[in-house]
C-alpha cells in the first residue's frame, strides 16, 4: 500500500471514529457528513516526516511533533491537513494564539469541514472568545460551514448558540432536525435551570452567581444526579470561574455520565492544569479520566491516570 494511502486511512480513520462519537446521538443528522481526507503526491521526506509527527505526538512528545511538522509545513505550504495538526499540537502546548492562526488557516481552506471548525471553536473557548465576536474572519456566507457550526454548539451544550447560527442557516432537512433537537435541549436546559435556581439572599446567603453558590448547586446536582443540569450549570460556572477544576471536574464527570467520554476528557485534562495541592479532588480527576478511557477502550491512559490516585484522601 502506498504511504500516501496509508496516510489517508491513518487520518480518515481518525476523523470516522471522531464521527462515530459526534452521530451516536444525532445519528439522522450526520449521516450525509465525510470524514475522508486524501493527502497526496507527496516526496518520501514529507511522508516520513508526517508520520513521525503523528508517533510523536501519539506519545505527547508535542515539541517533536511540533517540529516535524513545521517541516511538512515548509515542504508543502498549503497542506490544510498540516495546518489543523499544527493547531492541535499547539493548542495541546497551550499556545493558543498560535494554534488559532494555524486553526483559521485550515478552516479557510476547507470552511466545511467539521472537525476543523470543531478545533477552532474549541482554541477559541480556551481563549474565552466567542465565535460572533470572530465573525469577520470567519466563513459565515458558506452553507456547510453554518450547519457543522450549529452541530458543534448543540454537541456541546451550548444550544442558545446553536440556534441562534440555525436561525441564519437556509432551511434544509438537517438544519430542520437539528432545530427540532436543539429546542428540546434548550427546554430542558431551562427546566433544570428553574428546578435548581437560586437567588440573592437577604439573610446572609452568597449573592447569586458567587463560587460558592456555583459549587452548592452543583454539589446538590452531584447528589441527585441531574448529569443534564449539572453539564450546564458547570458550564456557565466556568464562564464566570475558568480557572476553578472544581467545575472542570463537574462538568468531566457530567460529560462522562452522558457518554461523551471524548469531551470529557478534553474538559477533564484542561481542569487540571489548574490544580495545585488538592488531592481530594485530583484523585476525583484522575478517576473520571481513568473511567473515561476506559470507556473508549485506551487502557493505557486509564491505567496511567488509575496509577495516580493516592490512597487515603
Known amino acids: 500500500m502506498k504511504t500516501r494511502q496509508l496516510i489517508s486511512l491513518f487520518v480518515g480513520g481518525f476523523f470516522g471514529v471522531s464521527l462515530s462519537a459526534y452521530a451516536q446521538e444525532t445519528p439522522a443528522i450526520d449521516e450525509n457528513q465525510s470524514a475522508e481526507v486524501f493527502l497526496e503526491d507527496y516526496s518520501d521526506a514529507f511522508q516520513d516526516k508526517f508520520f513521525e509527527a503523528l508517533k510523536q505526538k501519539g506519545i505527547e512528545n508535542y515539541d517533536r511533533a511540533i517540529n516535524l511538522m513545521l517541516e511538512c509545513k515548509q515542504l508543502d505550504p498549503e497542506n490544510d491537513v498540516v495546518d489543523h495538526e499544527l493547531a492541535k499540537l499547539y493548542l495541546k502546548e497551550k499556545q493558543y494564539p498560535v494554534a488559532e492562526e494555524y486553526a483559521l488557516a485550515a478552516l479557510l481552506a476547507r470552511p466545511d469541514n467539521l472537525w476543523y ?21 470567519l466563513p459565515f456566507d458558506n452553507v456547510k460551514f453554518k450547519e457543522n457550526l450549529a452541530l458543534i454548539f448543540f454537541r456541546r451544550g451550548r444550544a442558545k448558540e446553536a440556534q441562534s447560527v440555525l436561525k441564519e442557516t437556509p432551511k434544509s432537512n438537517f438544519t430542520r432536525q437539528l432545530s427540532i433537537k436543539v429546542a428540546d435541549l434548550i427546554e430542558a436546559q431551562e427546566a433544570a435551570a428553574s428546578k435548581s435556581s437560586f437567588t440573592f439572599s437577604n439573610d446572609g446567603g452568597s449573592e447569586s452567581g458567587s463560587f460558592e453558590q456555583y459549587r452548592s448547586r452543583i454539589q446538590g446536582m452531584l447528589q441527585t444526579k441531574n448529569y443534564l443540569a449539572l453539564d450546564r450549570v458547570a458550564a456557565e460556572a466556568l464562564e464566570s470561574y475558568p480557572s476553578q477544576p472544581y467545575f472542570y471536574y463537574a462538568q468531566g464527570l457530567a460529560l462522562n455520565r452522558k457518554g461523551r467520554a471524548r469531551e470529557a476528557i478534553e474538559t477533564l485534562e484542561a481542569g487540571l492544569d489548574y490544580l495545585v495541592g488538592d488531592i481530594s479532588l485530583a484523585n476525583k480527576f484522575y478517576q473520571e479520566l481513568s473511567d473515561a478511557y476506559n470507556s473508549i477502550n485506551n487502557s493505557v491512559k486509564a491505567n496511567m491516570y488509575l496509577r495516580k490516585i493516592k490512597p487515603g484522601f
Open 117 to 137: 471548525i470543531d478545533t477552532y471553536v474549541d482554541i477559541a473557548r480556551k481563549q474565552q472568545k466567542s465565535i460572533d465576536s470572530l465573525r469577520e474572519q
